[in-house]
T-cell receptor
Framework: GENVEQHPSTLSVQEGDSAVIKCTYS??????FPWYKQELGKRPQLIID?????GEKKDQRIAVTLNKTAKHFSLHITETQPEDSAVYFC?????????????FGSGTQLTVLP | EAGVAQSPRYKIIEKRQSVAFWCNPI?????LYWYQQILGQGPKLLIQ????????DSQLPKDRFSAERLKGVDSTLKIQPAKLEDSAVYLC?????????FGPGTRLTVL
């Protein structure tokens, strides 16, 4: 099955700086890569996603890049704000039998220091 | 559009007791997932439904966990008997395709 590794596990940045979180995946057939933000005690919320036919996608201060050859993808947050503080999870969609499923990374605790 | 609903939000039980969680997915979403999220970890898939049929339950501890999705809409997840290591947040998600939308989860504490 799919295996997703995520680094770093914790990340502290100063407000206004950029943050980068990296993930690798194992299944070359995976073709959908979402990123979720989870604030303490709340549900994971999709913040951006990318499909394997695209190398980069941006949405305001958030961008995701995908390198299919190397099987890794990254989340970039620019001009970080205190409200960006949360746990971020990457995920990859692969096939388990006939079922499309998400395999999640272990999460990155991002802290934006004012 | 209403989101995924789950209840209860919190549950505290003693080990060896039973517990049930309920999920109402977004209307029209055929696929429903149950995940277990242990503190400090990413969600781990327990079971996947397509309409009212089980697509994958390979990671469900079937000696104590069971789930059903009657009529292809609401779903329930049951644990009987509960163990200390079942303490976690149980998340339900639904999807019309690839993007999964999560409910608020049920935080289970087993004492």
């Amino acid at each position: 099955g799919e295996n997703v590794e995520q680094h770093p596990s914790t990340l502290s940045v100063q407000e206004g700086d950029s943050a980068v979180i990296k993930c690798t995946y194992s299944d070359s057939a995976s073709n959908y890569f979402p990123w979720y933000k989870q604030e303490l005690g709340k549900r994971p919320q999709l913040i951006i996603d990318i499909r394997s036919n695209v190398g980069e996608k941006k949405d305001q201060r958030i961008a995701v890049t995908l390198n299919k050859t190397a099987k890794h993808f990254s989340l970039h947050i620019t001009e970080t704000q205190p409200e960006d503080s949360a746990v971020y999870f990457c995920a990859a969609t692969g096939l388990s039998g006939s079922a499309r499923q998400l395999t999640f990374g272990s999460g990155t605790q991002l802290t934006v220091l004012p | 559009e209403a989101g995924v609903a789950q209840s209860p939000r919190y549950k505290i039980i003693e080990k060896r007791q039973s517990v049930a969680f309920w999920c109402n997915p977004i209307s029209g979403h055929a696929t429903l997932y149950w995940y277990q999220q242990i503190l400090g970890q990413g969600p781990k898939l327990l079971i996947q439904f397509q309409n009212n049929g089980v697509v994958d339950d390979s990671q469900l501890p079937k000696d104590r966990f069971s789930a059903e999705r009657l009529k292809g809409v609401d779903s329930t997840l049951k644990i009987q008997p509960a163990k200390l290591e079942d303490s976690a947040v149980y998340l339900c998600a639904s999807t019309p395709g690839d993007t999964q939308y999560f409910g608020p989860g049920t935080r289970l504490t087993v004492l």
